[in-house]
């Protein structure tokens, strides 16, 4: 069943529905099989682990073998910032983010319901994911993104994977509230996470944490927030594993936010149970460069059920905790990634993490997704002749 998350009306599975026809507001998708924990073992390691807890027909399941992430013990890091620190690795997806786990259930609804069409705005990785998602089910797919603000990589895989790409004199929200009204028409299928199914693949981040911890839950998790599906969906997967008994604790969700886009922060420091949507955002980490999340209802309420913080990051701390995570860890991730990072050395500063948390920082996406922020971070290499000679004369100036 599809319910709506404020008035709760109630939907079928096959309705096309992506806001309440009562209330306007977003909806989800309810899942609670009743299973034993015993039946994951011995599955291979994709998302797909959990597929009692998809809303999907098993039968036509469109995957990549997403998920399966690796989860990083970060001990050089955990130890300067005076924590127990684990990366969960998201850029190890096929497409190189986060969005392939809600690509995966999104497309497989969208073949359930048989739609010949799907569509998408974005800020790129979801461009990306739902290209080459399409694909493979092959499935037409037209996706908006705001004009000159995509980052290369992201770019490219969205053409490459043979989207119809759509470039928008505008902003993320504005390319979304576009492409909403061409859903609404009946032109396209909606998979922004707006639609709930997406939720439910990416939700597998939070299973996942739980299952990489031998069944518990880490005291937080943190992880940026842009459009925030993922918060929430993180927070669904974490409360379905504990209502279904095999967690005992849940973790304080994190949302960490740009200085210059950060409608949930603000929202959480006055308390409010909705955002007031930021005009201009901007940005340096163009993956969350978004001011009016849909999803923001349904992430202060994980973020409050949970006892948890919204904090915002400077472009600059998030460019340097990029950094580190790559040369202290050897982690590669874009830079709204790195956010996370950003806002956990913050918070650790401001006394708001206790020394000692046990911290599960989500890094959403890979480095190369954004190769010219990563170069231009750098020094260009020295050019010299290929001989001992030259080579020595530069290597004795390092
Ligand atoms: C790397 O691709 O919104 O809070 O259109 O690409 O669930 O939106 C991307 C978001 C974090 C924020 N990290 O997640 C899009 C898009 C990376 C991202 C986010 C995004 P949400």
Redesign the pocket.
């Known amino acids: 069943m599809i319910k709506c998350i404020d008035c709760g009306a109630e939907y079928g599975l096959r309705d096309i529905i992506y806001t309440c026809r009562e209330c306007g507001s977003v909806l989800e998708v309810l899942c609670s099989p009743h299973v034993s924990k015993d039946i994951f073992e011995c599955r291979k390691s994709t998302m797909w682990k959990y597929k009692e807890f998809m809303p999907v027909d098993e039968s036509r399941i469109v995957t990549l073998e997403e998920g399966g992430t690796p989860f990083c013990k970060c001990k050089k890091l955990g130890d300067e910032l005076g924590v127990k620190l684990h990366v969960k690795v998201e850029g190890s997806n096929p497409t190189g983010?986060f969005?392939d786990r809600g690509m995966s259930v999104g497309i497989t609804k969208a073949l359930e319901l048989g739609v010949d069409t799907v569509g998408?705005?974005?800020?790129?990785?979801?461009?990306a994911s739902l290209a080459a998602y399409a694909a493979r089910a092959g499935l037409k797919c037209i996706v908006l993104l705001p004009a000159g603000k995509v980052a290369l990589g992201k770019l490219a895989q969205a053409m490459f994977h043979g989207a119809e790409v759509i470039s928008i004199k505008g902003n993320?929200d504005e390319a979304l509230e576009a492409v909403t009204a061409l859903a609404l028409e009946g032109k396209l299928y909606l998979l922004n996470?707006v639609n709930p199914f997406r939720l439910e693949g990416q939700k597998s981040i939070g299973f996942e944490i739980v299952d990489d911890l031998g069944w518990r839950s880490p005291d937080r998790i943190i992880l940026?927030?842009?459009?925030?599906?993922?918060?929430s969906a993180i927070w669904k997967g974490v409360t379905e594993f504990y209502e279904a008994g095999f967690i005992q604790d849940l973790p304080r969700m994190t949302g960490i936010q740009a200085e210059g886009a950060a409608p949930i922060t603000r929202a959480v420091r006055k308390g409010l149970d909705d955002i007031v949507p930021v005009e201009n955002p901007e940005t340096v980490a163009t993956?969350?460069r978004?001011g009016a999340?849909v999803?923001a209802k349904k992430a202060l309420r994980a973020i409050y059920d949970s006892d948890g913080l919204a904090e915002t990051v400077t472009d600059d701390e998030i460019l340097s905790a990029q950094k580190l995570l790559a040369r202290k860890e050897g982690i590669g991730v874009?830079p709204?990634?790195a956010a996370s990072i950003a806002g956990l050395k913050k918070l650790v500063e401001m006394g708001e993490i206790d020394k000692g948390e046990e911290i599960v920082c989500v890094v959403?996406?890979h480095l190369l997704?954004d190769p010219n922020t990563a170069i231009n971070a750098c020094k260009e290499p020295i050019e010299v002749d290929a001989n001992l000679e030259s080579l020595s004369r530069v290597l004795n100036h390092l």
Do not use: M, R, W
Not at 120 to 127: D, Y
Not at 224 to 229: C, I, K, L, R, T
């Open positions: 983010s969005k998408c705005a974005s800020t790129g990785n979801t461009s993320f996470s940026p927030v842009g459009n925030a599906g993922n918060i993956a969350i978004i999340p999803s874009e709204a990634s959403t996406g997704k």
